[in-house]
């Protein structure tokens, strides 16, 4: 270390020349100088990048920010690793000042950043700076080269920063091999050529950062690869699903061509089949089933539907699919009035004249029997050609009443309506009221006969009231139940397969609306005598006029209460019947008010009354009156005070038997409901959300 120039002196080393002591690095190389000096570059200890530690401290106005790869820039990652001497931190250490100046000087002209490191190793601790290279004379008072070098490398941060050693005395091929043997990076002989420091600088650093560089691309392109993998597979896994799906809409369409050819397919057949018999216009049996099939299949209006059901049961549809499609494609749900199922009327050419006949047996038919009666009643007034009203429309309409009827109900079930119907068209037509009346009131008068207690939940509004109902609570307590057949008639009739009102000009209609709620509600018994009393006021005191609507209306309101009482004026049979269902229906409900602590009234409570009582004093008190104010009105009707004076007369004979205790009347059809049902069943009782599917009475 005497050595005062500022180049150093090299040695010339023959015997090191070329000297490759580790051939398996990048800078295996061995430099030769001008002047045939030789320096060893030894890099078997070739430091390994250290992101942590030796990262290049980044200056703004680093090189690195504008040299990314193309890497970098798709995945904005910055390399820190670009080699340039104005990043390279040198801790330089001699104990000889004026060769440490030097040194420094020299570097410093090459733009390195040149620390003083009298104290390398306080330097090296006190970490305020990350140093990228140590350069230390060997001979040294208070540390020597190789034992800094060695404590450097067995230190856990300092062992990534490599070191150079200097020696301008122990020059001899065993220093430079025990500076491998420590793990130092060079060993150097002064003078040290100024150039060559820096070209020897240079290669050690720029290797070692071209190296962490390279670890970052290849850590980069790892994870790139693994973002590339992850991205393939879920690529591969969409194409799977998108394979999957094609695969599916493939079947589905398959099926679906299927499934529309298939009634087509089927019609061709069987005509093909047929031509192909040579004598196929002989048999004229087979000719005509055949043919019969083809007009069935050509005329349904369904004709797709059994394709469409082998469609839906395709277990390769899922749920949703398949809600889905019944739900847009199909005709059969229940929102539409479309099941063409209309009862046919039973072969009775007398029909017509029959249902006009007071004595009209009902109990001899069946509800489906009784439905095609109804249209009849309408064709007998023509009311289907003056309201232009299409048949399947009418029969639609009266399968949508009928299914609105309760069957559960003893008593308020669609035969009662359809007797109440079949009451006021024999007073209309065997009694001549018709006369008195207009087309429009008839139609009004038939429709609110049929719908006039739809949905009747067999309790009556006593009943509504006193439960607080939900339909007591929509209709204040006032006619609950007639408000409520009546709102159903129009919900009916506002469903445009079952408006048989379309035909109806505004007047007509408006009227017509009046006029069914005025008659609906008439019903109430509520308002009995009422109505009797003006009726009774307005016979004695002036001829009903055909001209005034209010009259009319007073007339239909004064038949649909007649039609409403009528089964006491029936023939006997009949009203016996129509009695026993009656107070069925009446005792049943004076069980649930005794079980729900509800006044009980005492013409429906078993236990105070008969069936035979209940009627007499029906007709006593209720009818008699009615149907006396109905004789005066309407002449030929005055038979049927004398039929129910016959009955009342019946009835009298049942009550005096019963005081003797020779009438049993404990036949009873309603079971008593028990206190565990009881609330269950008055929710069912006062349930009013009601379906408008029209349904086949079976
Ligand atoms: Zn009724």
Not at 188 to 197: D, G, M, N, S, V
Not at 355 to 365: L, M, V
Not at 377 to 388: A, G, S
Request: proline share 3%; net charge negative.
């Amino acid at each position: 270390m005497n050595n005062k120039n500022e180049y150093i002196n090299y040695e010339n080393n023959s015997k090191d020349k070329k000297q490759v002591l580790n051939s398996n690095t990048v800078l295996a190389n061995i430099e030769t100088i001008s002047n045939n000096t030789t320096t060893i570059i030894m890099n078997g200890n070739n430091k390994a990048p250290n992101a942590n530690n030796s990262t290049p401290t980044p200056t703004s106005t680093s090189s690195s920010s504008t040299s990314s790869s193309p890497l970098s820039t798709s995945s904005n990652i910055e390399f820190q690793f670009e080699y340039s001497p104005s990043r390279v931190h040198i801790l330089v250490a001699d104990d000889d000042v004026i060769q440490r100046k030097i040194l420094e000087n020299v570097l410093k002209k090459f733009h390195y950043n040149v620390h003083n490191g009298e104290e390398a190793w306080e330097c090296l601790e006190k970490g305020q700076v990350k140093y990228d290279l140590v350069l230390t004379d060997v001979m040294m008072p208070e540390i020597n080269g190789f034992d800094l070098c060695t404590k450097i490398n067995l230190h856990p941060v300092f062992n990534k920063i490599p070191v150079i050693l200097m020696s301008g005395t122990a020059v001899d091929y065993k220093c430079a091999n025990d500076t491998i043997k420590i793990g130092g990076q060079d060993f150097l002989t002064k003078p040290i050529a100024k150039e060559l420091l820096k070209k020897k600088i240079d290669t050690l650093l720029g290797s070692i950062w071209q190296k962490k560089k390279e670890m970052e691309y290849k850590s980069v392109l790892a994870q790139e690869r693994e973002k590339g993998s992850l991205l393939a597979k879920q690529m591969k896994l969409k194409e799977h699903e998108i394979e999957e799906l094609t695969r599916k809409i493939t079947e589905i369409s398959s099926i679906s061509k299927e499934a529309m050819e298939t009634p087509l397919v089927s019609v061709s057949r069987n005509i093909e089949e047929l031509l192909q018999q040579s004598d196929w216009y002989k048999n004229e049996d087979e000719l005509k089933s055949k043919l019969t099939q083809v007009l069935k299949e050509l005329g349904s209006s369904n004709i797709y539907r059994p394709s469409f059901d082998k469609l839906i049961k395709n277990d390769s549809i899922d749920q949703a699919t398949k809600s889905f499609l019944v739900t847009e494609f199909s005709n059969s749900t229940n929102r539409r009035y479309s099941i063409p199922t209309f009862p046919q009327a039973p072969p009775n050419k007398d029909a017509k004249e029959f249902i006009k006949a007071w004595d009209f047996d009902i109990f001899k038919y069946s509800e489906d029997d009784l439905m095609p009666f109804l249209v009849d009643m309408f064709e007998n007034f023509q009311l289907l050609t003056i309201f232009k009203i299409p048949i399947e429309k009418l029969q639609r309409f009266i399968m949508a009443v009928h299914s609105l009827y309760r069957k559960s109900n003893r008593y308020h079930n669609f035969i009662h309506a359809f007797d109440v119907t079949q009451t006021c068209y024999s007073f209309l037509t065997s009694f001549n009221a018709a006369q008195y009346l207009t087309h429009l009131d008839i139609l009004s008068l038939l429709i609110s006969c049929m719908c006039h207690d739809l949905n009747h939940p067999g309790f009556n509004n006593a009943f509504q009231v006193n439960s607080q109902s939900e339909l007591s609570m929509t209709y204040n307590d006032v006619s609950v139940l007639e408000n409520h057949h009546a709102m159903l008639t129009f919900k009916i009739l506002k469903n445009s397969e079952c408006n048989i009102l379309e035909g109806l000009n505004e007047d007509q209609y408006k009227e017509l609306r009046r006029s069914v709620v005025q008659l609906i509600l008439a019903t109430d018994m509520a308002n009995h005598f009422e109505h009797i009393s003006k009726f009774q006021h307005h016979l004695n005191s002036s001829e009903f006029d055909r001209n005034k609507k209010e009259d009319r209306q007073q007339i239909l309101n004064f038949l649909i209460k007649c039609g409403d009482i009528s089964n006491v004026a029936r023939p006997w049979e009949l009203n016996f019947e129509w009695s026993i269902r009656v107070s069925d229906e009446f005792f049943q409900q004076s069980q649930y008010e005794k079980v729900c602590g509800f006044p009980v009234a005492p013409f429906m409570n078993k236990t105070q009354t008969t069936r035979a009582r209940i009627a007499a004093d029906f007709i006593d008190f209720v009818a008699l009156q009615l149907y006396q104010a109905l004789a005066q009105f309407l002449v030929e009707s005055k038979i049927l005070l004398d039929i129910m004076s016959k009955n009342r007369q019946n009835w009298q004979a049942i009550i005096e038997l019963q005081k003797e205790g020779k009438y049993k009347d404990d036949l009873y059809f309603i079971k008593e409901p028990t206190l565990m049902v009881q609330n269950q069943k008055l929710a069912k009782i006062n349930e009013c959300d009601v379906p408008l599917t029209p349904q086949t009475s079976k």
